[in-house]
């Protein structure tokens, strides 16, 4: 059965809501027909029944371009209550991840792709594109942008565009983390696939075997991340086309 807009009297004005006509809807579909479930709602509306059942408990923000989504199949016409779902940038300071509160994106190499990945002038915010540019599916995208949304590291400005809400972002330095050595074995696993999977023009690995006075370790530990530091300043400018992964290790080979 087709549903219009005739389901139920809807309120398009600044103060309508979103979520509440959403809540409505489905209350009265299920009126008229009680075996009418959320899943069915979902398929209706062309959402993931899981995505659609966190926006209307409000246990996630809804981005404006799914917005607008939602009132185009509801039958709206405007999108209501933007302010609901909406989120205004805050300063971008710094901030070092807490390896329990940021399991999850320290654990994942996703995260951090995905927030250089929208900082690219020619990106496009669409879920459907950056999952395409980051080969996952648009669920896995749709996971990271809620999570990051919750934590706070990123928000929706007026064009329903993501931007970050921290400058840079720092991990714990020296100290044991089973987040960390999670996520770089995600990217140790990421870059064993991206050697066969990219042209050899377009990457760069390289290792040395070399005898090490392990006296030295922390001098080579400051110059290997003041490299990556002057590395970055090199390669990140504002007309930076694409999201890179840079890896350096240095482990001992012998044993004690």
């Not at 509801?74 to 933007?82: D, E, H, K, N, R």
Request: with cysteine; hydrophobic share 40%.
């Amino acid at each position: 059965m087709q549903h219009d807009s005739a389901d139920i009297t809807y309120r398009t004005g600044p103060d309508a809501d979103l979520i509440e006509i959403l809540k409505s809807t489905l209350a009265a579909r299920q009126a008229e027909r009680p075996q009418y479930s959320l899943r069915k709602f979902a398929t209706d509306l062309q959402i993931d029944p899981s995505l659609l059942s966190k926006f209307m408990k409000r246990q996630r923000k809804v981005p404006l371009l799914r917005a607008k989504a939602l009132s185009a199949a509801l039958g709206l016409p405007t999108v209501p209550a933007q302010s609901t779902f909406a989120a205004t940038p805050a300063p971008r300071a710094d901030q070092t991840l807490d390896n329990v509160v940021h399991f999850e994106m320290l654990s994942h190499w996703e995260y951090f792709a995905f927030l250089n990945l929208i900082e690219l002038k020619s990106a496009n915010h669409q879920h459907a594109s950056v999952a395409r540019r980051l080969g996952l599916s648009i669920d896995r995208i749709e996971s990271v942008i809620g999570n990051l949304l919750q934590t706070g590291l990123i928000a929706i400005d007026e064009q329903g565009r993501y931007q970050r809400t921290k400058h840079r972002l720092t991990s714990t330095d020296d100290r044991e983390s089973i987040a960390l050595q999670i996520g770089h074995l995600d990217e140790m696993r990421l870059a064993m696939r991206r050697m066969r999977e990219t042209p050899v023009e377009k990457r760069d690995y390289c290792s040395m075997t070399l005898k090490m006075d392990h006296t030295k370790i922390v001098r080579a530990k400051k110059l290997t991340r003041a490299y990556v530091q002057e590395l970055s300043n090199l390669v990140e400018t504002e007309d930076a086309s694409d999201v890179y992964c840079l890896s350096v290790q240095l482990f001992p080979l012998t044993k004690e």
